[in-house]
T-cell receptor
Framework: AQSVTQLGSHVSVSEGALVLLRCNYS??????LFWYVQYPNQGLQLLLK??????LVKGINGFEAEFKKSETSFHLTKPSAHMSDAAEYFC?????????FGSGTQLTVLP | SQTIHQWPATLVQPVGSPLSLECTVE??????LYWYRQAAGRGLQLLFY??????ISSEVPQNLSASRPQDRQFILSSKKLLLSDSGFYLC?????????????FGEGSWLTVV
């Protein structure tokens, strides 16, 4: 069975600071990993995905994530936080039928 | 391009009343379709999965049912709502047969059962 764990249900950063959202996965097969963002009262928007082509994946809105097999991690980063980045972020692993999501990390950006 | 529409956006229903949430996908054919639920303070849970018309898989036992009367239409229903059915419901789709199939989500429907 595949699963993901997101460390930290709430993360606060100052505007302009580095954003780091942590995700660790568990999978018996090479995983396909995704990050989604959810703004208040909206659906989920795909940020980026890892499909084994490259370990460093660039997504929308300046976000990127690095797949590290040795650490079973797929952390999401952004060099400089913007107020508009405040949202909930979900890491997910793709199984044969569905996505299995982490519990989410609420990102707050402080002025 | 493909788009997914889901309605109604918000719904307040009394306990024991029926439910119908509808979802349609445009710009693709024979998609995989999904219903997820996001309850307050909890993650996303897959409720139903469909690979074709009339083909529905239920992932968890519950008070809800799903139907796919047309290729790009997916309906979530209940005959009698429970308080515990409150939550944010998300319809989603992916291209069938593609690995990995990225799953794309609709805007969601807020259901409050009172």
């Amino acid at each position: 069975a595949q699963s993901v764990t997101q460390l930290g249900s709430h993360v606060s950063v100052s505007e302009g600071a580095l954003v780091l959202l942590r995700c660790n996965y568990s999978s018996s097969v090479p995983p396909y990993l995704f990050w989604y963002v959810q703004y208040p009262n909206q659906g989920l928007q795909l940020l980026l995905k890892y499909t084994s082509a490259a370990t460093l994946v660039k997504g929308i809105n300046g976000f990127e994530a690095e797949f590290k097999k040795s650490e079973t991690s797929f952390h999401l980063t952004k060099p400089s936080a913007h107020m508009s980045d405040a949202a909930e972020y979900f890491c997910a692993v793709r199984g044969s039928r569905q996505l299995t999501f982490g519990s989410g990390t609420q990102l707050t950006v402080l002025p | 391009s493909q788009t997914i529409h889901q309605w109604p956006a918000t719904l307040v229903q009394p306990v024991g009343s029926p439910l119908s949430l509808e979802c349609t996908v445009e710009g693709t054919s024979n998609p995989n379709l999904y219903w997820y639920r996001q309850a307050a303070g909890r993650g996303l849970q897959l409720l139903f999965y469909s690979v074709g018309i009339g083909q529905i898989s239920s992932e968890v036992p519950q008070n809800l049912s799903a139907s796919r009367p047309q290729d790009r239409q997916f309906i979530l229903s209940s005959k009698k709502l429970l308080l515990s059915d409150s939550g944010f419901y998300l319809c989603a789709w992916s291209v069938q047969g593609r690995t990995p199939g990225t799953i794309y989500f609709g805007e969601g429907s807020w259901l409050t059962v009172v």
